[in-house]
């Protein structure tokens, strides 16, 4: 019996034995074989307009970030970017990344405005001859116009909105600045654009981004993950998805659909005022006509004023009511009679009441027989101001009518990209005459004109561009004589720009300047 427990014994102590050798000889061969490392992709293939996708991407970051297997990243980039807060948010998580792994980011179709906001957080970006690149700049809806109700009470003017709309702009120009500030920090002196050409907005080929030091090589997927395996010295890996944790493949990584975003989109799914690093390539947008002032019949305000003023709506004319309401209060003001005319049997029975007619940007070209009634018009004495706003319509319809009295109105519109108003299209007008007793004003999206007038009364400063010429120079977006006035831009009239620096001093002297006597 003895030598049956003392055999059972013996057995126990060699099976301890043979247990704490085979243990011994797997974590010997757990530390002899090489160690299997990964490098995370983590793939940017739509736009990124709402939070909720970019706590998706957030997270895959934190993983990637937590993981000790992970030793780099590759960001497939095809994104032409989204809404500024979930841009932002990804692109500062990135280069927190970026501080501890590698990050290299391949850029298949397009790395545009906040899609190469996200591309500038890696420190290596590698894309294919075709690639769009760039559109460095953003776009916003800005805060509407708030009617007071009685309905709903608040504690203060910007309670309702949040912003200032006549501030706004200025809200523009500093997350531009970040922006331009990050490109820069992310590229260093490999950028060769200026500050000026960077925030142009332009879009680049992937062949013409290596050359200015947008991006720095055109290769393909597999020269991004080399560069991490060249940056870590690994050997062994695998190449992974972050967020599902598959192994790499380019098939499975499927093209989503971005075309859904237009600017007709973000004025009806967004709050405004809003603020998006997004490239839209495939929409123009639309003239948005639902705050434009239409009449189907005529009106007369303060009857019986010195002289009166006729507001020609006759050939489907554009004016947004915040305009109209801006000329009710100035012609009331100064005890002047506005006719609202919009029907041309209408007009041509009261023209000879009217020591002004002001025609705004016309929808309907005007022909022979109506264009006589103005010529005798003006044979008479009397004055017209043509008033054209390259954002409402096309030119050459106003031309049909403001070039036979010597005002030719040119397509696109002026910019400064130097001396603005918060914004490049908020062009400042120096005011060179001594007529208006004024020094300067500012217009909103104006145009430029061309008169056989010699009027060098109004001139732009010699750092605005014109958008369909493509050059630098001093345009003409007024011009005056005794009876003729030509103006390319409507909405320093409306409410809140009308109170912009003499913006309203220079409508009542121009009133004053055309009515006197």
Not at 249 to 277: D, M, Q
Request: neutral net charge; proline residues 4%.
């Amino acid at each position: 019996m003895k030598e049956i427990i003392r055999r059972k014994n013996l057995l126990t102590i060699i099976g301890i034995i043979v247990i704490i050798i085979m243990a011994t000889i797997a974590i010997s061969l757990q530390f002899l074989m090489p160690r299997r490392y990964k490098i995370g992709v983590i793939t940017f293939l739509s736009d990124i307009m709402y939070q909720k996708e970019a706590e998706r991407y957030l997270s895959q970051i934190y993983n990637a970030y937590r993981d000790d297997s992970i030793k780099g990243i590759v960001l497939y980039i095809d994104c032409p970017g989204g809404s500024a807060p979930p841009i932002e948010a990804i692109y500062y998580a990135l280069k927190d990344l970026g501080k501890s792994k590698p990050i290299v980011a391949y850029v298949g179709d397009m790395a545009a405005s906040g899609g190469y906001y996200i591309a500038v957080s890696a420190e290596y970006i590698i894309v294919s001859p075709s690639s769009i690149l760039g559109n460095v700049g953003l776009i916003s809806t800005p805060p509407p116009i708030i009617v007071p109700t009685e309905r709903i009470f608040e504690t203060g003017p910007y309670k309702l909105i949040g912003f200032s709309p006549l501030g706004f702009p200025f809200n523009m120009s500093g997350f531009l600045d970040r922006f331009v500030e990050n490109v820069y920090e992310g590229r260093g002196d490999k950028l060769k654009l200026s500050r000026e050409e960077l925030t142009l907005g332009k879009v680049y080929f992937g062949y013409e981004a290596v050359e200015i030091g947008l991006a720095d090589k055109v290769g393909s997927i597999i020269d991004a993950i080399k560069y991490i395996e060249n940056k870590t010295g690994i050997k062994n890996y695998d190449v992974i998805f972050v967020e599902s944790g598959e192994k790499f493949s380019e098939k499975f990584i499927s093209k989503e659909n971005y075309s859904r975003i237009s600017y007709e989109f973000l004025l009806k799914n967004f709050s405004r005022p809003g603020i998006y690093y997004l490239y839209i390539k495939d929409y123009v947008p639309d003239i948005g006509y639902e705050d434009l002032y239409r009449v189907d019949r005529n009106s007369y305000i303060n009857p019986g004023g010195r002289k009166t003023i006729i507001l020609d709506l006759t050939h489907d004319n554009f004016i947004s009511i915040l305009q109209v309401n801006t000329l009710l209060a100035i012609v009331t003001e100064m005890n002047y009679t506005l006719n609202i005319i919009s029907d041309f049997d209408t007009l041509r029975t009261k023209v000879s009441d009217a020591s002004l007619i002001i025609i705004p940007t016309p929808g309907s070209s005007y022909s022979e027989k109506s264009i006589s009634v103005y010529k005798n018009f003006v044979k008479q004495g009397g004055k017209i101001v043509f008033l054209f706003d390259p954002a409402y319509y096309y030119a050459y319809v106003m031309n049909t009518i403001s070039s036979k009295f010597g005002i030719v109105f040119m397509e696109g519109y002026l910019y400064d990209m130097y001396k603005n108003y918060g914004y490049y299209r908020n062009i400042y007008v120096k005011y060179n005459g001594d007529k208006l007793n004024i020094t300067n004003i500012v217009l909103f999206t104006a145009g430029t004109i061309i008169s056989n007038m010699n009027s060098s009364d109004f001139t732009t400063y010699n750092t605005t561009y014109q958008s369909v010429m493509e050059k630098r120079g001093i345009y003409t977006p007024i011009v005056l004589s005794k009876n003729i006035v030509g103006i390319a831009d409507q909405t320093f009239l409306g409410s809140p720009y009308v109170y912009v620096g003499e913006d309203m001093a220079f409508i009542r002297n121009l009133l004053r300047y055309l009515l006197k006597g």
